[in-house]
C-alpha cells in the first residue's frame, strides 16, 4: 500500500456523528477524501447524504469527531473565518437557491463581488464561467424563465466561479430528464479534470453506473461496505 503524505488529504473525517433532537442522522464516520478526487455519496432516503455535506462545510456542526478540510480542524474555526472557510467550496443545491429577483449574470457575480474582486474582473470572469456551462446567451435572463436544467447550469457557474477547491452537488441530476442529467454530469466531470475535488450525493443509479469513481453507501447514517448500494 502507497503511503498517502498529509497534504494529499482534502477532507479528513474522524469518527463523526452527527444527531439531532431525537434522530441520529450521521454515525461513525470516519474517511479520508484526496485531492482531485471525484466521489459519489449515495443511499436511501434518510440515510445522512445531505448531513454529510453539510458538516464539511458547516451547515451543520458535528455532534462527535474531527473533521479536517484542507488541514484545518473545522471545531476551531471561529464564526468570524467561516466565510473563508465557505470559499473551499462551490455547493450546488438540489433546489438550486438562485435569487429569482436577479439575473443569471447577477446571481454569479455576488459570489465574486461578496469576496471583494474588481468590477472588471467580475465581468470577465462571469461571462468565461457561463460560456463554459453554455449558458452564455442568457446573462440577462430572471431564474424562473429557465428550464430545470438551465437553472442547475446556472447554479453550476455559480458554484465554481470563485475556483473552489471543492465542488459539493446534493442530488445534482434528482430532477432533471436523462439528456439534461448528462450534461450536468459531464459538466462536473470537466470542472474535476479542471483540478476540483467534486462530492456528489445522489440516488441516481445510471450516474453511479456510468461514473468510474468511489462510491460512498450510507444506510441509516453508517458506511456500508463499498460492495453494497443500498438504493
Ligand atoms: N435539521 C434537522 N432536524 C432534525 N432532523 C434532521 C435535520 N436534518 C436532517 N435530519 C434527519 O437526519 C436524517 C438524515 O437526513 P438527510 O437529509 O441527511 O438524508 P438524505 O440521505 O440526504 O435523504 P434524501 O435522499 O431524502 O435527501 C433524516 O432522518 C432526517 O430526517
Ligand atoms: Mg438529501
Redesign the pocket.
Known amino acids: 500500500m502507497i503511503e498517502k503524505n498529509n497534504s494529499d488529504y482534502l477532507i479528513r473525517m474522524f469518527h463523526v456523528s452527527?444527531s439531532?433532537?431525537?434522530?441520529?442522522?450521521?454515525s461513525d464516520i470516519s474517511l479520508d477524501i484526496v485531492k482531485n478526487e471525484f466521489v459519489i455519496?449515495t443511499?436511501?432516503?434518510?440515510?445522512?447524504?445531505?448531513?454529510?455535506?453539510?458538516l464539511l462545510y458547516l451547515g451543520?456542526t458535528a455532534s462527535q469527531g474531527q473533521i479536517l478540510i484542507d488541514g484545518k480542524n473545522l471545531s476551531r474555526i471561529t464564526r468570524k473565518n467561516i466565510p473563508f472557510l465557505r470559499r473551499t467550496f462551490g455547493i450546488i443545491f438540489?433546489d438550486y437557491k438562485l435569487i429569482h429577483t436577479k439575473t443569471v449574470f447577477e446571481n454569479i457575480a455576488l459570489v465574486l463581488e461578496a469576496a471583494g474582486n474588481k468590477r472588471s474582473y467580475v465581468q470577465k470572469k462571469v461571462k468565461s464561467v457561463l460560456r463554459i456551462v453554455g449558458m452564455e446567451g442568457r446573462n440577462n435572463s430572471y431564474p424562473p424563465s429557465l428550464s430545470g436544467g438551465e437553472q442547475q447550469r446556472v447554479a453550476i457557474a455559480r458554484a465554481v466561479v470563485g475556483n473552489p477547491k471543492i465542488i459539493l452537488a446534493?442530488?445534482p441530476t434528482g430532477s432533471l430528464d436523462p439528456q439534461s442529467a448528462e450534461i450536468i454530469v459531464n459538466l462536473l466531470k470537466k470542472f474535476h479534470k479542471r483540478g476540483a475535488t467534486v462530492i456528489i450525493?445522489t440516488?441516481d443509479r445510471e450516474l453511479i453506473r456510468t461514473t468510474k469513481s468511489r462510491v460512498i453507501n450510507?444506510k441509516e447514517?453508517y458506511v456500508q461496505s463499498p460492495k453494497v448500494i443500498t438504493i
Do not use: C, N, R, Y
Open positions: 452527527k439531532f433532537v431525537a434522530k441520529s442522522a450521521l455519496i443511499g436511501p432516503s434518510g440515510a445522512g447524504k445531505t448531513t454529510f455535506l453539510k451543520e438540489q446534493d442530488e450525493a440516488h450510507l447514517g
